[in-house]
């Protein structure tokens, strides 16, 4: 009996054992399995970008969207610029007003470049010198007066009072030397190489950056139509559309729509004719169907303008100034104001060939003869209709601004501003309130109630950019505007 007993126990002991051998070697090869799986496939091959071989890589020469774009991979910058308009530190530690025209910046010295130099305030007094004077940035930077190093911090002198300038510190941080190669050196996730007859990025690895793509192909491609094409049968992987024309169209591969602070807008001749009364330039803006614009003028890739400042700009607050539809019962009441009758209420609007805007324009002329307006199209080629525009000889036009990214108005209030025609600022107390509000001396809603009134100009959408990329390509595309490949660590091409 005693001997059964001691078998059964060793027969028991031996089957535990073999279950818990089998357990750890199952163990074993899922961790295996489990490090397999997780580890990064570097592609060095199948991510192209397109590029202008004619035009300069440095980001202060370059002239072409295409080389501008890829700045943002090779150059860090000051500030980035969030979802709300808001400045982020990126370079800077971070910055603050002495005064109201006088801003300094910090900057953190342990920071260094892709070739392992230190980044110098020097370095950042260079680009922001560079900078102002960049076909790229240059006209946003026109509040910067002059700049110098003190410590480890740059002081920046303003032109005039702009809180929100920091904002505008969103342009490379480059070496004032170069690479062996004669490529501008940046701090960014990616560094300009010589690959036998090409120039490709290689992944920057020694900042950290850990990618699935480490090389990235630059294919010479440089008109806009040719690139269009090329994004929609893969020879490139990826391209940054700003719709300067509806290539939403054109386009079968997949996209993404990107905020940007282009504001589609009516200039109104306010010096002469029936677009002098305000009551009219007042109903011209309430009858006006702003949704239908974004959505069927600019196929959707439009924001509603409901303010004089960018919808996502949360500095401004939660101002609706302008309705989404149109009030055509307001509308009339506001003509009703105005003195005239039906007989005076024959108006034009100067449209360019820009296909866009000619669709915003008959959009236009149908909501406004829904509330009484003889309305005319004057359809012109470009250079007619800039000197037209430039000699104030309109009644209304379709226009268009890039803003820059503090929001700054003077484009339209300044005498030297490129959207001021038409705008009889002498009649006007807006732009003077605007200014006062910079300065600190005045409440943004008092501004915000005298164009109203007055509506010097009748702000109407902010026009989309595009992201389009592969549709082989894996990966959440988080690019915005002036960080278009923000999240491009994450993408990839595997299966």
Known sequence: ????????????????????????????????????????????????????????????????????????????????????????????????????????????PQLKFSDGSAIETSDVVYSINAAKDSPAYGSSLGCINSVYAEGNSVIISLNYANPYAVNLLTFPIASQGSSEDGFPIGSGRYVYENSEDDVVLKANKDSGFDPY?????????????????????????????????????????????????????????????????????????????????AQSAYSGYADVATSVFHPDFSAAGDINLFPESADTANAVQMINMSGYDSDDLSISILVDTNENKISCANLLKNQLEAVGFKVTIERKSITQYRQLVRKSNFQLYIGEVKLSDDMCLYPFFDEDGGAKYGINLKSMSCDDLYRQYLEGEEELGKFILAFNEEMPYIPLAYKKGMICYSKAMNGDMQGYYGNFFSNIESWNFNS
């Open 213 to 293: 793509i480490g090389t990235i192909t630059l294919v010479n491609i440089a008109a806009a139509d040719s690139i269009d094409n090329a994004v929609n049968i893969g020879n490139i992987s990826y391209a940054f559309r700003d719709m300067s024309s509806d290539t939403s169209k054109r386009l079968s591969c997949a996209k993404k729509a990107v905020a940007m602070n282009n504001l589609i807008y009516i200039g109104v001749n306010s010096t002469i004719g029936i677009t002098s009364n305000a009551y009219i330039r007042q109903a011209i803006s309430t009858a006006v169907d702003r949704t239908v614009i």
């Open 1 to 108: 009996m005693l001997k059964k007993l001691i078998t059964l126990i060793l027969a028991a002991a031996l089957i535990i054992s073999c279950f818990s051998g089998c357990a750890s070697n199952t163990d074993e090869e899922q961790t295996t399995a489990t490090v397999q799986t997780t580890a990064k496939e570097i592609d060095n091959t199948t991510f192209k970008l397109s590029y202008t071989q004619s035009d300069s890589l440095n980001p202060f020469e370059a002239k072409t969207q295409n080389n501008q774009v890829l700045a943002s991979l090779v150059f860090e910058s000051l500030f980035d610029i969030d979802e709300n308009y808001e400045a982020v530190t990126n370079i800077a530690t971070g910055y603050a007003f002495t005064d109201n025209t006088t801003l300094r910046i910090d900057i953190n």
